[in-house]
Protein backbone atom coordinates (compact mmCIF):
# COMPACT_ATOMS: atom_id res chain seq x y z
CA UNK A 1 0.00 0.00 0.00
CA UNK A 2 1.45 3.14 -1.57
CA UNK A 3 1.27 6.15 0.99
CA UNK A 4 -0.81 8.93 0.12
CA UNK A 5 -1.00 11.10 2.90
CA UNK A 6 1.69 11.53 5.91
CA UNK A 7 0.97 13.33 9.28
CA UNK A 8 3.52 14.93 11.16
CA UNK A 9 3.27 15.06 14.91
CA UNK A 10 5.28 18.02 16.18
CA UNK A 11 6.50 20.47 14.20
CA UNK A 12 9.92 21.57 15.60
CA UNK A 13 13.64 21.55 14.13
CA UNK A 14 13.21 17.77 13.44
CA UNK A 15 9.08 17.39 12.46
CA UNK A 16 8.89 20.91 9.99
CA UNK A 17 11.88 20.18 7.72
CA UNK A 18 10.58 16.21 7.89
CA UNK A 19 6.74 17.87 6.27
CA UNK A 20 8.09 20.41 3.92
CA UNK A 21 10.39 17.24 2.64
CA UNK A 22 7.38 14.36 2.17
CA UNK A 23 5.37 17.97 0.80
CA UNK A 24 8.32 18.99 -1.64
CA UNK A 25 7.77 15.45 -3.30
CA UNK A 26 4.20 16.45 -3.73
CA UNK A 27 3.11 14.05 -0.86
CA UNK A 28 -0.34 15.71 1.11
CA UNK A 29 1.24 16.44 4.46
CA UNK A 30 -0.67 16.71 7.62
CA UNK A 31 1.43 18.67 10.19
CA UNK A 32 -0.21 18.87 13.93
CA UNK A 33 1.52 20.44 17.20
CA UNK A 34 0.05 21.41 19.71
CA UNK A 35 0.68 24.99 19.87
CA UNK A 36 -1.61 26.93 17.92
CA UNK A 37 0.50 30.08 16.92
CA UNK A 38 2.93 27.62 15.41
CA UNK A 39 0.30 25.86 13.51
CA UNK A 40 -0.72 29.46 12.21
CA UNK A 41 2.39 30.92 10.92
CA UNK A 42 3.18 27.50 9.10
CA UNK A 43 -0.52 27.76 7.35
CA UNK A 44 0.56 31.41 6.54
CA UNK A 45 3.56 29.28 4.88
CA UNK A 46 6.11 31.12 7.12
CA UNK A 47 8.54 29.34 9.12
CA UNK A 48 8.97 29.69 13.57
CA UNK A 49 12.33 28.28 13.16
CA UNK A 50 15.49 29.34 11.65
CA UNK A 51 16.64 26.82 8.99
CA UNK A 52 18.32 27.58 5.73
CA UNK A 53 15.94 27.15 3.16
CA UNK A 54 13.13 25.56 4.83
CA UNK A 55 11.05 28.88 4.54
CA UNK A 56 11.13 28.43 0.74
CA UNK A 57 10.09 24.78 0.93
CA UNK A 58 7.41 25.31 3.61
CA UNK A 59 6.12 28.39 1.71
CA UNK A 60 6.05 25.96 -1.49
CA UNK A 61 4.52 23.20 -0.20
CA UNK A 62 2.02 25.81 1.85
CA UNK A 63 0.68 27.97 -1.35
CA UNK A 64 0.77 24.61 -3.64
CA UNK A 65 -1.63 23.18 -0.77
CA UNK A 66 0.43 20.05 0.13
CA UNK A 67 1.81 21.11 3.27
CA UNK A 68 -1.19 22.03 5.95
CA UNK A 69 -0.86 22.39 9.39
CA UNK A 70 -3.50 21.91 12.34
CA UNK A 71 -3.90 21.11 16.40
CA UNK A 72 -5.41 17.73 16.08
CA UNK A 73 -4.54 14.58 14.16
CA UNK A 74 -6.88 13.32 11.18
CA UNK A 75 -6.43 10.04 9.06
CA UNK A 76 -3.45 9.86 6.97
CA UNK A 77 -1.37 6.56 6.09
CA UNK A 78 1.62 6.78 8.44
CA UNK A 79 2.09 9.18 11.37
CA UNK A 80 5.83 10.53 12.10
CA UNK A 81 5.87 11.71 15.59
CA UNK A 82 8.94 14.29 16.31
CA UNK A 83 8.00 15.07 19.96
CA UNK A 84 10.40 16.71 22.24
CA UNK A 85 12.11 13.94 24.60
CA UNK A 86 13.47 16.22 27.36
CA UNK A 87 14.79 14.30 30.99
CA UNK A 88 13.49 14.98 34.33
CA UNK A 89 15.26 16.18 37.25
CA UNK A 90 16.64 13.13 38.30
CA UNK A 91 17.98 12.10 34.13
CA UNK A 92 15.23 9.90 34.11
CA UNK A 93 13.79 10.35 30.44
CA UNK A 94 10.42 12.25 30.09
CA UNK A 95 8.07 10.34 27.73
CA UNK A 96 5.39 12.54 28.39
CA UNK A 97 5.11 13.88 25.18
CA UNK A 98 4.87 10.57 22.78
CA UNK A 99 2.61 9.19 25.36
CA UNK A 100 0.26 12.34 24.61
CA UNK A 101 0.89 12.25 20.72
CA UNK A 102 0.07 8.58 20.98
CA UNK A 103 -3.27 9.43 22.85
CA UNK A 104 -4.10 12.11 20.22
CA UNK A 105 -3.24 9.99 16.97
CA UNK A 106 -4.71 7.10 18.36
CA UNK A 107 -8.12 7.72 17.64
CA UNK A 108 -7.46 8.08 14.02
CA UNK A 109 -5.59 5.23 13.27
CA UNK A 110 -6.99 2.82 10.75
CA UNK A 111 -5.91 -0.50 9.56
CA UNK A 112 -2.90 -0.66 7.15
CA UNK A 113 -1.42 2.83 8.89
CA UNK A 114 2.56 2.88 9.60
CA UNK A 115 3.59 4.83 13.09
CA UNK A 116 7.11 6.07 13.28
CA UNK A 117 8.62 7.16 16.74
CA UNK A 118 11.60 9.89 14.89
CA UNK A 119 12.02 11.49 18.62
CA UNK A 120 15.77 10.75 20.31
CA UNK A 121 14.27 8.13 22.62
CA UNK A 122 15.71 5.46 25.17
CA UNK A 123 15.80 1.84 24.55
CA UNK A 124 12.36 0.28 24.60
CA UNK A 125 10.75 3.45 23.93
CA UNK A 126 8.99 2.37 20.54
CA UNK A 127 7.93 -0.96 22.11
CA UNK A 128 6.12 0.96 24.86
CA UNK A 129 4.31 3.55 22.11
CA UNK A 130 3.09 0.20 20.68
CA UNK A 131 1.70 -0.82 24.01
CA UNK A 132 0.09 2.43 24.60
CA UNK A 133 -1.31 2.82 20.72
CA UNK A 134 -2.55 -1.20 21.47
CA UNK A 135 -4.29 -0.04 24.52
CA UNK A 136 -6.04 2.68 23.13
CA UNK A 137 -7.06 0.63 19.58
CA UNK A 138 -7.98 -3.03 21.20
CA UNK A 139 -9.65 -3.33 17.94
CA UNK A 140 -6.62 -3.54 15.74
CA UNK A 141 -3.57 -5.27 15.61
CA UNK A 142 -0.22 -4.08 16.62
CA UNK A 143 3.46 -5.69 15.99
CA UNK A 144 4.19 -7.23 19.80
CA UNK A 145 1.39 -9.35 19.20
CA UNK A 146 0.38 -10.07 15.37
CA UNK A 147 4.15 -10.08 14.09
CA UNK A 148 4.53 -9.26 10.67
CA UNK A 149 0.56 -9.54 10.14
CA UNK A 150 -0.30 -6.85 12.29
CA UNK A 151 -3.04 -4.10 11.24
CA UNK A 152 -0.81 -1.28 12.14
CA UNK A 153 3.44 -1.50 11.60
CA UNK A 154 5.65 0.56 14.37
CA UNK A 155 9.19 1.71 13.63
CA UNK A 156 11.80 4.06 15.38
CA UNK A 157 13.88 5.89 12.71
CA UNK A 158 15.51 8.28 14.42
CA UNK A 159 16.90 12.02 12.93
CA UNK A 160 20.65 12.61 12.68
CA UNK A 161 20.55 15.79 10.99
CA UNK A 162 22.67 18.97 12.06
CA UNK A 163 21.01 22.62 12.62
CA UNK A 164 21.93 24.63 9.73
CA UNK A 165 22.19 22.11 7.11
CA UNK A 166 18.97 20.17 7.86
CA UNK A 167 17.16 20.38 4.26
CA UNK A 168 20.44 19.09 2.83
CA UNK A 169 20.81 16.13 5.49
CA UNK A 170 17.89 15.08 5.74
CA UNK A 171 17.82 13.79 1.52
CA UNK A 172 21.67 12.59 2.06
CA UNK A 173 22.16 11.24 5.36
CA UNK A 174 22.03 7.45 5.83
CA UNK A 175 18.75 6.12 7.91
CA UNK A 176 18.82 3.72 10.30
CA UNK A 177 15.19 2.29 10.37
CA UNK A 178 14.27 -0.01 13.07
CA UNK A 179 11.18 -1.43 12.74
CA UNK A 180 9.51 -4.02 15.42
CA UNK A 181 9.09 -6.72 12.60
CA UNK A 182 10.46 -7.00 9.17
CA UNK A 183 7.69 -5.82 7.18
CA UNK A 184 7.44 -2.71 9.61
CA UNK A 185 11.36 -2.02 8.13
CA UNK A 186 10.07 -2.77 4.41
CA UNK A 187 7.31 -0.06 5.15
CA UNK A 188 9.07 2.46 6.67
CA UNK A 189 12.02 2.11 4.17
CA UNK A 190 9.56 2.52 1.44
CA UNK A 191 7.90 5.85 2.73
CA UNK A 192 11.67 7.72 3.45
CA UNK A 193 12.58 6.58 0.13
CA UNK A 194 10.13 9.08 -0.93
CA UNK A 195 12.47 12.16 -0.56
CA UNK A 196 15.47 9.44 1.42
CA UNK A 197 19.12 9.56 -1.03
CA UNK A 198 21.66 7.92 1.59
CA UNK A 199 20.84 4.60 2.84
CA UNK A 200 18.20 3.03 4.43
CA UNK A 201 19.51 0.58 7.00
CA UNK A 202 17.04 -1.64 8.70
CA UNK A 203 17.91 -2.88 12.14
CA UNK A 204 15.05 -3.79 14.51
CA UNK A 205 13.74 -1.05 16.85
CA UNK A 206 15.97 -1.45 19.96
CA UNK A 207 19.18 -1.55 17.66
CA UNK A 208 17.99 1.77 16.45
CA UNK A 209 17.26 3.56 19.72
CA UNK A 210 20.65 2.33 20.94
CA UNK A 211 22.29 3.53 17.52
CA UNK A 212 21.16 7.24 18.66
CA UNK A 213 22.05 7.31 21.90
CA UNK A 214 25.71 5.62 20.77
CA UNK A 215 26.38 8.56 18.46
CA UNK A 216 25.75 11.22 21.36
CA UNK A 217 27.31 8.96 23.75
CA UNK A 218 30.69 8.59 21.67
CA UNK A 219 30.88 12.41 21.17
CA UNK A 220 30.26 12.92 24.47
CA UNK A 221 32.73 10.87 25.76
CA UNK A 222 35.56 12.19 23.62
CA UNK A 223 34.71 15.80 24.42
CA UNK A 224 35.29 14.68 27.93
CA UNK A 225 38.45 12.85 27.39
CA UNK A 226 39.38 16.43 26.36
CA UNK A 227 37.88 18.52 28.81
CA UNK A 228 39.39 16.28 31.77
CA UNK A 229 43.14 16.78 30.05
CA UNK A 230 42.31 20.92 30.04
CA UNK A 231 41.92 20.76 33.57
CA UNK A 232 44.63 18.38 34.26
CA UNK A 233 47.23 20.54 31.97
CA UNK A 234 45.76 23.44 34.36
CA UNK A 235 47.22 22.23 37.00
CA UNK A 236 50.37 20.74 35.77
CA UNK A 237 50.65 24.45 33.89
CA UNK A 238 50.95 22.48 30.67
CA UNK A 239 49.57 23.98 27.48
CA UNK A 240 46.48 21.69 26.53
CA UNK A 241 46.19 22.92 23.07
CA UNK A 242 49.30 22.49 22.62
CA UNK A 243 49.49 19.09 23.75
CA UNK A 244 46.64 18.01 21.84
CA UNK A 245 48.54 19.43 18.69
CA UNK A 246 51.40 17.30 19.67
CA UNK A 247 49.83 14.18 20.63
CA UNK A 248 47.39 14.45 17.31
CA UNK A 249 50.36 14.01 15.30
CA UNK A 250 50.51 10.33 16.13
CA UNK A 251 48.91 8.54 13.21
CA UNK A 252 46.03 6.60 15.60
CA UNK A 253 45.49 9.72 17.90
CA UNK A 254 42.93 11.79 17.34
CA UNK A 255 41.85 13.92 20.52
CA UNK A 256 38.71 16.31 20.64
CA UNK A 257 39.48 19.98 21.56
CA UNK A 258 38.49 20.64 24.74
CA UNK A 259 35.95 23.70 25.94
CA UNK A 260 33.44 25.19 28.36
CA UNK A 261 31.46 21.96 28.74
CA UNK A 262 29.02 20.45 26.81
CA UNK A 263 25.86 22.19 25.48
CA UNK A 264 22.64 21.44 23.32
CA UNK A 265 19.84 19.47 23.82
CA UNK A 266 20.95 16.57 22.30
CA UNK A 267 24.77 15.40 23.58
CA UNK A 268 24.25 16.54 26.93
CA UNK A 269 21.02 14.63 27.18
CA UNK A 270 20.64 11.47 25.39
CA UNK A 271 23.97 9.65 27.09
CA UNK A 272 21.83 10.08 30.34
CA UNK A 273 18.92 7.98 28.46
CA UNK A 274 21.56 4.98 28.38
CA UNK A 275 23.01 5.59 32.32
CA UNK A 276 19.14 5.78 32.84
CA UNK A 277 18.55 1.96 31.73
CA UNK A 278 21.65 0.70 32.85
CA UNK A 279 23.42 2.97 35.21
CA UNK A 280 25.56 0.11 37.09
CA UNK A 281 26.74 -0.56 33.86
CA UNK A 282 27.13 2.54 31.81
CA UNK A 283 30.11 4.06 33.96
CA UNK A 284 32.43 5.54 31.76
CA UNK A 285 29.38 6.79 29.83
CA UNK A 286 28.14 8.34 33.15
CA UNK A 287 31.17 10.04 34.16
CA UNK A 288 31.95 11.72 31.14
CA UNK A 289 28.52 13.28 31.44
CA UNK A 290 29.40 14.19 35.09
CA UNK A 291 33.30 15.68 33.67
CA UNK A 292 31.57 17.37 31.10
CA UNK A 293 29.25 18.95 33.65
CA UNK A 294 31.57 20.13 36.00
CA UNK A 295 33.53 21.59 33.27
CA UNK A 296 32.06 25.19 33.52
CA UNK A 297 32.69 25.54 37.25
CA UNK A 298 36.22 24.87 36.71
CA UNK A 299 36.19 27.95 34.30
CA UNK A 300 34.32 30.05 36.67
CA UNK A 301 36.92 29.17 39.81
CA UNK A 302 39.97 30.20 36.67
CA UNK A 303 37.97 33.48 36.32
CA UNK A 304 37.95 34.12 39.77
CA UNK A 305 41.88 33.56 39.80
CA UNK A 306 42.23 35.20 37.01
CA UNK A 307 40.08 38.47 39.17
CA UNK A 308 42.86 37.88 41.70
CA UNK A 309 45.61 38.26 40.22
CA UNK A 310 44.44 41.22 38.31
CA UNK A 311 43.58 42.75 41.82
CA UNK A 312 47.00 42.15 42.77
CA UNK A 313 48.56 43.51 40.08
CA UNK A 314 46.61 46.79 40.69
CA UNK A 315 46.18 47.84 44.24
CA UNK A 316 44.45 50.79 43.98
CA UNK A 317 41.24 48.85 42.44
CA UNK A 318 38.74 46.92 44.50
CA UNK A 319 36.56 44.26 42.93
CA UNK A 320 33.50 46.77 42.44
CA UNK A 321 35.70 48.54 40.02
CA UNK A 322 36.80 45.39 37.45
CA UNK A 323 34.70 44.98 34.42
CA UNK A 324 34.47 41.29 33.76
CA UNK A 325 33.51 40.11 29.37
CA UNK A 326 31.80 37.46 28.53
CA UNK A 327 32.18 36.47 24.61
CA UNK A 328 29.67 34.49 23.29
CA UNK A 329 26.49 32.47 25.22
CA UNK A 330 25.38 29.86 22.64
CA UNK A 331 26.32 26.39 23.04
CA UNK A 332 28.33 26.22 19.59
CA UNK A 333 30.25 28.89 17.19
CA UNK A 334 28.01 30.82 14.72
CA UNK A 335 24.57 29.92 16.04
CA UNK A 336 22.01 31.52 18.30
CA UNK A 337 20.90 28.44 19.77
CA UNK A 338 21.10 28.75 24.09
CA UNK A 339 19.75 25.35 25.34
CA UNK A 340 21.76 23.84 27.96
CA UNK A 341 24.38 25.95 27.00
CA UNK A 342 27.53 25.75 29.37
CA UNK A 343 28.63 29.55 28.14
CA UNK A 344 25.39 31.23 29.06
CA UNK A 345 25.63 29.08 32.30
CA UNK A 346 28.83 30.54 32.95
CA UNK A 347 28.27 33.96 32.18
CA UNK A 348 24.83 33.89 34.31
CA UNK A 349 27.38 32.63 37.00
CA UNK A 350 29.65 35.17 36.74
CA UNK A 351 26.69 37.94 36.75
CA UNK A 352 25.09 36.77 39.77
CA UNK A 353 28.65 36.82 41.62
CA UNK A 354 31.11 39.42 40.46
CA UNK A 355 30.22 42.46 42.33
CA UNK A 356 31.61 44.77 39.90
CA UNK A 357 30.49 45.49 36.15
CA UNK A 358 29.41 42.53 33.58
CA UNK A 359 29.46 42.83 30.09
CA UNK A 360 28.40 40.09 27.50
CA UNK A 361 29.05 40.01 23.42
CA UNK A 362 26.98 37.76 21.40
CA UNK A 363 26.92 38.58 17.68
CA UNK A 364 24.35 36.28 16.89
CA UNK A 365 21.76 36.76 19.07
CA UNK A 366 22.49 41.22 19.62
CA UNK A 367 19.04 41.57 21.02
CA UNK A 368 18.80 38.99 23.93
CA UNK A 369 15.69 39.27 25.93
CA UNK A 370 16.72 41.64 28.95
CA UNK A 371 17.08 39.93 32.15
CA UNK A 372 18.78 37.06 30.65
CA UNK A 373 22.16 37.58 32.53
CA UNK A 374 20.15 39.56 35.15
CA UNK A 375 22.12 43.20 35.42
CA UNK A 376 24.93 42.43 33.14
CA UNK A 377 25.05 44.34 29.51
CA UNK A 378 24.62 43.63 26.30
CA UNK A 379 27.42 45.24 24.25
CA UNK A 380 29.48 45.25 21.11
CA UNK A 381 32.93 43.21 20.68
CA UNK A 382 34.90 46.50 20.35
CA UNK A 383 33.83 48.12 23.87
CA UNK A 384 33.74 44.99 25.81
CA UNK A 385 37.66 44.96 24.79
CA UNK A 386 38.07 48.29 25.21
CA UNK A 387 36.31 48.75 28.72
CA UNK A 388 36.67 45.42 30.72
CA UNK A 389 39.38 44.32 32.38
CA UNK A 390 38.78 40.58 32.95
CA UNK A 391 37.82 38.58 29.76
CA UNK A 392 36.29 35.33 29.21
CA UNK A 393 36.02 33.58 25.48
CA UNK A 394 33.39 31.23 26.01
CA UNK A 395 32.23 30.27 22.29
CA UNK A 396 34.68 30.21 19.09
CA UNK A 397 32.01 32.43 17.31
CA UNK A 398 33.83 33.93 14.04
CA UNK A 399 33.27 37.59 14.88
CA UNK A 400 35.90 36.74 17.36
CA UNK A 401 38.14 34.87 15.45
CA UNK A 402 38.09 37.37 12.74
CA UNK A 403 39.70 39.51 16.07
CA UNK A 404 42.13 36.56 17.43
CA UNK A 405 45.10 38.99 16.93
CA UNK A 406 43.22 41.84 19.64
CA UNK A 407 42.28 38.82 22.08
CA UNK A 408 45.71 37.36 21.61
CA UNK A 409 46.99 41.34 23.38
CA UNK A 410 44.57 41.05 26.46
CA UNK A 411 46.26 40.44 29.34
CA UNK A 412 43.83 38.65 31.79
CA UNK A 413 41.92 36.66 29.05
CA UNK A 414 40.46 33.28 29.95
CA UNK A 415 40.52 31.40 27.00
CA UNK A 416 38.40 28.37 27.18
CA UNK A 417 38.26 27.47 23.05
CA UNK A 418 41.59 27.89 23.03
CA UNK A 419 41.37 30.97 20.36
CA UNK A 420 44.39 32.33 20.78
CA UNK A 421 46.72 28.87 22.05
N1 LIG B 1 16.86 19.52 16.82
C1 LIG B 1 17.79 18.64 16.49
O1 LIG B 1 18.85 19.00 15.97
C2 LIG B 1 17.56 17.17 16.69
C3 LIG B 1 18.43 16.26 16.05
C4 LIG B 1 18.20 14.91 16.21
C5 LIG B 1 17.13 14.47 16.99
N2 LIG B 1 16.32 15.36 17.62
C6 LIG B 1 15.21 14.83 18.42
O2 LIG B 1 13.98 15.08 17.73
C7 LIG B 1 12.93 15.27 18.67
C8 LIG B 1 12.27 16.60 18.42
O3 LIG B 1 13.23 17.61 18.62
P1 LIG B 1 13.05 19.08 18.05
O4 LIG B 1 14.38 19.73 18.15
O5 LIG B 1 12.33 19.06 16.75
O6 LIG B 1 12.08 19.69 19.16
P2 LIG B 1 11.28 21.08 19.11
O7 LIG B 1 11.07 21.48 20.51
O8 LIG B 1 11.93 22.00 18.13
O9 LIG B 1 9.86 20.68 18.45
C9 LIG B 1 8.95 19.84 19.05
C10 LIG B 1 7.54 20.29 18.63
O10 LIG B 1 6.62 19.33 19.14
C11 LIG B 1 5.47 20.04 19.58
N3 LIG B 1 4.73 19.16 20.49
C12 LIG B 1 4.96 18.88 21.79
N4 LIG B 1 4.07 17.97 22.24
C13 LIG B 1 3.27 17.66 21.19
C14 LIG B 1 2.17 16.79 21.02
N5 LIG B 1 1.72 16.02 22.01
N6 LIG B 1 1.56 16.73 19.81
C15 LIG B 1 1.99 17.52 18.79
N7 LIG B 1 3.04 18.37 18.90
C16 LIG B 1 3.68 18.41 20.08
C17 LIG B 1 6.00 21.31 20.20
O11 LIG B 1 5.02 22.31 20.26
C18 LIG B 1 7.14 21.64 19.21
O12 LIG B 1 6.69 22.47 18.15
C19 LIG B 1 13.58 15.17 20.06
O13 LIG B 1 13.47 13.85 20.51
C20 LIG B 1 15.04 15.48 19.77
O14 LIG B 1 15.89 14.91 20.73
C21 LIG B 1 16.52 16.70 17.48
Redesign the pocket.
Known amino acids: MSFETISV ?8 PTAAAFAARKKKVIG ?4 QQ ?1 VDIINKGEI ?2 VEPELDMVVHAAVTEGYLRAT ?1 S ?1 EPADAFL ?6 FKENHEPDLS ?5 V ?2 IAPVLKQGDLVIL ?4 PVGATEMMAEWLASARPDLTFPQDAGENSDISVAHC ?6 GH ?1 MRELVENDRIVGGMTSSCARRSVELYRTFVEGECIVTDARTAEMC ?1 LTENAFRDVNIAFANELSVICDKLDINVWELIGLANRHPRVSILQPGPGVG ?3 IA ?2 PWFIVSRTPELAKLIKTAREVNDDKPHRVIDQVKISIQEYLQNNLDKNIKDVCVACYGLAFKADIDDLRESPALLIAQKIAQEHAGDVVFVEPNDEQLSAGVLGAARQCALSEAMEKADIHVLLVDHKEFNDNVDKFSELEYLTDTRGLVK
Open positions: IGLGYIGLVDVNTHITPVAVPTPYIQAADAESTSPERVLPVKGHCVD
